[in-house]
């Protein structure tokens, strides 16, 4: 008899734990598919795991998309109350049928507790407007994703260029593309870097490695990602606009630079300096496209990763 395929998803359950008085369980999920890819299907054989203790809360934690997280929470209602972990934030509580917690609630726990503490690498991605940033840091962030799970995609700009808008797919037309970005973009406010660098503070205590799309302006009011992120790429079909960047980056920010891309509509590949960053020119694909990253590429940024800072 052919052996039935392995789940795409793994629920591990944690023993109780405790925070402000509350009891609780970590649910992780993890998706073992290379890819890190499921599909809806993938729900229909999903069993919890077997002890969990219904009396307590439990924090459902790990990458997954929404609709499975709808699933974990419905599943989960007989518990007294149960929260979604957000590593920038902490255990938000999402339903509860105890008076000890309220929705909306931020438990501050560490799902990583036993670990030693460190700070992982944050990549800033910069950069002129029109030069590939966004494409790129997708790119990369699902490269990485299918040899390192704990990596994760910052976004810390408000022109709703979103992970979803790359992945419409060839089809879409840029005409589209553009008008579902301004439906979405928000507003620049006072709090708002302040806001993304602690965010990337308590995700590089958690990951192994933070990148961070910063948009395409250099700003003083910028200047907090500075003080959160250790390493900039610069990616620019501009090569007058790249010098700002360092000044920016290196020069205010003491940050240490990765890698100088030359954004290309041409495809190619051609490497100029590797010391003291690697230098080069590429053709990076539009929105929609196949996004291949040069292996010289992947591997100067894979320097990066599992070196604590």
Same mark, same amino acid.
């Given at each position: ?10 629920l ?12 609780y369980? %970590? ?8 890819d ?5 299907e ?18 459902? !934690?790990?990458r ?8 974990? %929470? ?6 007294a109350?149960?929260? $979604? ?6 255990a938000?509580?999402?339903?509860t ?21 460190r700070l992982?690498p ?6 002129p ?7 790129? !840091?997708h ?5 990485l ?17 979103g ?10 037309? !840029? ?8 439906a979405?973009k ?6 708002f870097f ?5 965010? %990337?503070?308590?995700?590089r ?13 250099v ?6 990602l500075?003080?959160? $992120?250790?390493?900039?790429?610069? %990616? ?5 606009e790249?010098?700002p960047?360092?000044?920016? $980056?290196?020069?205010?920010?003491n940050?240490?630079c990765l890698?100088?891309?030359? !954004? ?26 196949? $996004? ?16 604590p800072?």
């Amino acid at each position: 008899m052919p052996q039935s395929a392995e789940p795409a998803i793994k629920l591990t359950l944690s023993q109780s734990r405790s925070v402000q008085g509350l009891s609780y369980q %970590i649910l992780s999920i993890e998706l073992v598919t290379k890819d890190r890819l499921i599909s809806p299907e993938d729900l229909r054989d999903q069993n919890l795991p077997a002890h969990i203790d219904y009396k307590g809360g439990i924090v459902i !934690s790990g990458r997954g998309p929404i609709w499975l997280y709808g699933y974990l %929470i419905h599943e989960l209602h007989p518990a007294a109350w149960v929260a $979604c972990y957000d590593p920038r934030l902490g255990a938000v509580v999402v339903a509860t049928h105890s008076r000890q917690t309220q929705v909306g609630q931020v438990l501050s726990i560490d799902v990583q507790e036993n670990l030693p503490p460190r700070l992982c690498p944050a990549m800033m991605i910069v950069g002129p407007p029109d030069s590939g940033k966004s494409v790129l !840091s997708h790119a990369l962030f699902r490269t990485l994703l299918t040899e390192y799970s704990d990596i994760y995609l910052q976004r810390a700009h408000w022109d709703g260029e979103g992970n979803w808008i790359l992945e419409l797919g060839e089809m879409t037309k !840029s005409s589209d593309r553009e008008a579902y970005k301004l439906a979405y973009k928000g507003g620049i406010t006072d709090n708002f870097f302040q806001h993304h660098s602690q965010a %990337i503070l308590n995700l590089r205590r958690q990951k192994t490695l933070v990148v961070v799309d910063v948009g395409g302006q250099v700003q003083t009011e910028k200047v907090p990602l500075l003080e959160a $992120c250790t390493h900039y790429l610069i %990616i620019s079909s501009k090569p007058e606009e790249i010098a700002p960047w360092h000044e920016f $980056c290196r020069d205010r920010g003491n940050l240490k630079c990765l890698t100088v891309l030359h !954004s290309s509509l041409e495809i190619e590949e051609v490497i100029h300096k590797r010391e003291p960053w690697l230098e080069m020119t590429w053709g990076v694909l539009e929105q929609g496209g196949i $996004c291949q990253i040069p292996t010289v590429l992947l591997e100067q940024v894979k320097t990066l990763l599992n070196k604590p800072q």
